[in-house]
Structures are given as structure tokens and as C-alpha cells.
Nanobody
Framework: QVQLVESGGGLVQAGGSLRLSCAAS????????MGWFRQGPGKEREFVAA????????LYADSVKGRFTISRDNAKNTVYLQMTTLKAEDTAVYYC???????????????????WGQGTQVTVSL
């Protein structure tokens, strides 16, 4: 079993920055990839960013490309999401997820992930 705990959310003004963290614990943690998804008010959950744990290959949603950066610290079993130039439309609950299966790089597919965190709220005010 893997437990994922997000932190770092909060209230920030438009144009500001936040860094989210997702710490993994439990069984020996060797994910294939990690991802961040978000769900805004009245919206469906959407892909934000993902990182391949071994190669550092990353993928971003077009809406956050150039503003968000995903990174990972293997030693700490932690993945980060650095968010800059935040906009009101970035307001959402942000979830991290881990994919253990090595059956392929499916970074933006929510159903491909095996474990999910509880989410952390990010609110961007105008």
C-alpha cells in the first residue's frame, strides 16, 4: 500500500506562486511515474503535469505549460509542483497520483494511476 500526502496549498493572489509537495510512504516506493491532477469548482478532474520517475521525462497540460514545473526528489519520495504566475482559473483541489505499472507512459490518463492523495486546495484571488 502506498500513501500520498499533499501539502502546500493555500490562498494566493493572481500572479503569485505556490509550491505543492506530495510525500509518499508505505511499501518500497518505486513508481513508474507521478502526476498532478486538479478539479476546479463544477469541473471534472483534469491532468496538470506528470514526471517519469526514472528518466525525468515530463508532460504538461497546455493550460499550465511555461508556468508550472514538476520535479521529484527520489531520496525523499516526494514530487513537487512549482506553480508561478497563478491565475484565477487555477483555483482547484490539486491531487497527486502515482502509477506503479510499467506497462507504458500514460501520463495524462487518470485511470492509469494506482494511488491518489487526498488533495490540497489552491485558491487564486483576483
Amino acid at each position: 500500500q502506498v500513501q500520498l500526502v499533499e501539502s502546500g496549498g493555500g490562498l494566493v493572489q493572481a500572479g503569485g506562486s505556490l509550491r505543492l509537495s506530495c510525500a509518499a510512504s508505505g511499501r518500497t516506493f518505486r513508481p513508474y511515474s507521478m502526476g498532478w491532477f486538479r478539479q476546479g469548482p463544477g469541473k471534472e478532474r483534469e491532468f496538470v503535469a506528470a514526471i517519469h520517475w526514472s528518466t525525468d521525462t515530463t508532460l504538461y497540460a497546455d493550460s499550465v505549460k511555461g508556468r508550472f514545473t514538476i520535479s521529484r526528489d527520489n531520496a525523499k519520495n516526494t514530487v513537487y509542483l512549482q506553480m508561478t504566475t497563478l491565475k484565477a482559473e487555477d483555483t482547484a483541489v490539486y491531487y497527486c497520483a502515482s502509477r506503479l505499472s510499467r506497462a507504458g507512459w500514460l501520463p495524462s490518463i487518470a485511470g492509469a494511476y494506482d494511488y491518489w492523495g487526498q488533495g490540497t486546495q489552491v485558491t487564486v484571488s483576483l
